[in-house]
Nanobody
Framework: QVQLVESGGGLVQAGGSLRLSCAAS????????KGWFRQAPGKAREFVAA???????YYADSVKGRFTISRDNAKNTVYLEMNSLKPEDTAIYYC???????????????????WGQGTQVTVSS
């Protein structure tokens, strides 16, 4: 079993920055495919970013150039550095992990097995 715990959410003004962290437990999960999704009120869960075990990175068009995903396999932790935040980035951000995700399905949340409880990010205008 893999447990994921997110941290780092909060309230920030537009143009500001936040760094989310997701610590994973489970001795084999350090090399899992990991990602971030978000869900705003009344909207579907949407892909934000993902990173493979060897640090291939994938981003949603809406965050490309503003967000950076990274991982520290020794700490079994994945990060999401969010810069130039916009009010439309407001959502609950969820960390996710899976032993392997087909590159054609990276943006589909149903293909990920393990999920954190989420952390709220609120960007004020």
């Amino acid at each position: 079993q893999v447990q994921l715990v997110e941290s780092g959410g909060g309230l920030v003004q537009a143009g500001g920055s936040l760094r989310l962290s997701c610590a994973a437990s489970g001795r084999t999960s350090s090399n899992y495919f990991k990602g971030w999704f978000r869900q705003a009120p009344g909207k579907a869960r949407e892909f934000v970013a993902a990173i493979s075990w060897n640090s291939d990175k994938y981003y949603a068009d809406s965050v490309k150039g503003r967000f950076t995903i990274s991982r520290d396999n020794a700490k079994n932790t994945v990060y999401l550095e969010m810069n130039s935040l916009k009010p439309e980035d407001t959502a609950i951000y969820y960390c996710t992990a899976d032993p392997g995700v087909d590159s054609r399905r990276i943006m589909v949340w149903e293909w990920y097995t393990y999920w954190g409880q989420g952390t709220q990010v609120t960007v004020s205008s």
